[in-house]
């Protein structure tokens, strides 16, 4: 026996090796929320595109805009409503809104409610810097990465989506990723994606209707999930992402209707100014920014008039056109600095903001994609965005939606948020007492410091799918790719995560009432 066998054997040694396995259980335990290294909420922002003196003449212009321009084709029902608040009818056609008038509403306009999940672990409190990352989307593609090929999406795709993404912790909210093509009938779709987006995850989601009719069936479905009607109005957890403007300033006449329906029904509001800089918003940035915050605050007078108070989000949306070709790009930096932008004017109104980013315009889960994704993202974080849309899963500038890109977005996601938390400094975190135990006498480094070890979980991330193993460790493990990877994780979260939250019996009336393409089979574990 050698000497440092002897070593091994004796009681130090073991206490040590003890130590050693009571710390590694320790770090195998799923930590508490408020100890993991990045959660939902994080405080951005740190990264400010615009001035102070940039986001008052933003305001004043929109402000001036909505006097003097104005949006058209209001719904006969919407003109009654904002005209009764304030706002002029013009000769033209066009409602006209003083800028009294919108001073009045954002003063009265919600600032500070929840966006619940159907768990309550899941509710989201957008507002202040508060940061929270989801899914968007209505792709007319899913991209398979096995074959690299597109195909027409069904109703089991966005389950599915919605499957992963209730398994991922760093993407917190999920609202429809893509348009499923096997429900012609637009009621049908309507229904369709609202059942298999609430049966897919119990994480707050989002979702659009296309007459005002479905969305009055479609509330009739959340009242049997949630229970009653009533059940439903004290925890709603579906926000209808509204398309109320047809850029550049004239209402949508039927999304009008729609939003009026699911407002009396008790259902959060996005209101979505989704204006393509260039095309149908103005070219330069900053004119984007200002037609986005016009209609925006237009959609929000419309809201406050109607119900005072009433949870809306501040959905200024400004995508980029690629001016050589008038095609969008999703994955532009301009696209990053619009969404920051939109961020700061959220803030700046004090207001509950969503906007979109990182809809990459790769069409592959590539190179592209991941730089695209990871800079917008970061961009979007750092200024404080609240609900970052269209984030993860999106590729062909949105045309397409990707299951497997859903866990690698994870690892960026999880990446970015690390950047909004920042860094704690305090006298703890400054180290300079672990300093003196390892530089006077100890061993001259930090890998053993009981500080090092207590802090590797809940001061650092580290990617799931992402590979940090040495060139040498790479090449004994077959060279595993990020792809293949991906791969591998749906297929086997997709045999084996069914989620349960919906009884039997609700689903079984559901079914009766509507008619759903999901099979009741295809949600059930293999026999």
């Known amino acids: 026996m ?37 959660r939902p909420g994080l405080e951005g922002g740190t990264y400010r595109p615009l001035s102070d003196t940039d986001m008052e003449k933003i305001n004043n212009t929109a402000l001036v805009a909505l006097e003097e321009v104005g949006l058209s084709d209001a719904p006969p029902s919407g003109v009654e409503i904002l005209t009764g608040a304030g706002a002029i009818a013009g000769d033209d056609g066009r ?61 089991q795709d966005l389950y599915d989506s919605a499957r992963i993404v209730d398994s991922l912790d760093n993407i917190h909210f999920f609202q429809r990723t893509l348009t499923p093509r096997d429900t012609v009938d637009p009621r049908d779709m309507d229904l369709n994606t609202l059942y298999a987006c609430i049966s897919g995850t119990t994480k707050h989601i989002g979702t659009a209707f296309t007459l005002a009719d479905y969305a009055a069936e479609g509330l009739d479905m959340l009242h049997m999930i949630a229970g009653s009607e009533e059940t439903w109005r004290q925890r709603p957890f579906v926000s209808n992402s509204n398309c109320f403007v047809v850029p550049p300033m004239k209402f949508a006449t039927e999304s009008c209707l729609v939003m009026e329906t699911l407002i009396r029904g008790g259902m959060p509001i996005l209101l979505l100014s989704a204006g393509q800089a260039g095309a149908t918003a103005p070219a330069p940035l900053a004119g984007a920014v200002v037609q986005a915050v016009a209609e925006c605050l237009a959609g929000l007078v419309y809201v406050n008039a109607l119900s005072p108070g009433h949870p809306a989000i501040f959905g200024t949306w400004p995508f980029v056109s690629d001016l050589r070709t008038g095609a969008m790009s999703g994955g532009s930096p301009e696209q990053g600095l ?78 970015c948020m690390r950047c909004v938390r920042g860094i704690e400094v305090n006298d703890e975190t400054m180290a300079l007492d672990t300093m003196k135990e390892v530089c006077l ?61 919906i009884p039997e019996a609700t689903d079984t009336a559901i079914r009766e009432r509507y008619a759903i393409f999901l099979p009741r089979e295809n949600m059930l574990p293999a026999a």
């Not at 989307?137 to 999406?153: C, I, K």
């Open 441 to 501: 006498g100890g061993p001259g480094h930090y890998l053993g410091a009981d500080q090092t070890l207590r802090l590797m979980q809940t001061e650092y991330v580290y990617p799931t799918v992402g590979d940090r193993s040495s060139p040498k460790e790479w090449l004994e493990n077959d060279r595993p790719d990020l792809v293949s990877k991906a791969i591998g994780r749906k297929d086997t979260l997709l045999a084996s995560y069914y989620p349960a939250h």
């Open 95 to 155: 409602i006209r809104f003083p800028r009294a008038l919108v001073e009045d509403m954002l003063a009265i306009a919600a600032r500070d409610f929840t966006l619940h999940g159907q768990d309550p672990l899941h509710d989201l409190r957008p507002g202040g810097y508060r940061v929270h990352f989801g899914t968007a989307g209505a792709a007319v593609f899913v991209y398979d990465p096995a074959t690299r090929e597109n195909r027409e999406p069904t109703v």
């Open 338 to 415: 619009l969404t920051a932008a939109c961020g700061q004017m959220a803030r700046y109104y004090d207001l509950p903001g969503g906007s979109a980013c990182a809809m990459s315009d790769s069409k592959e889960m590539d190179m592209q994609a991941g730089y695209e994704r990871g800079l917008a993202n970061v961009m979007a974080g750092l200024s404080g965005l609240n609900l970052v849309y269209e984030s993860v899963g999106m590729h062909s500038s949105l045309l397409s939606h990707c299951l497997e890109a859903l866990f690698v977005d994870n690892d960026v996601i999880g990446a």
């Open 2 to 38: 050698t000497d440092r066998d002897s070593a091994d054997t004796s009681p130090r040694r073991s206490r040590r090796g003890g130590g050693r396995a009571a710390r590694k259980a320790a770090r195998a335990a799923p930590l508490p929320d408020n100890m993991r290294p990045v």
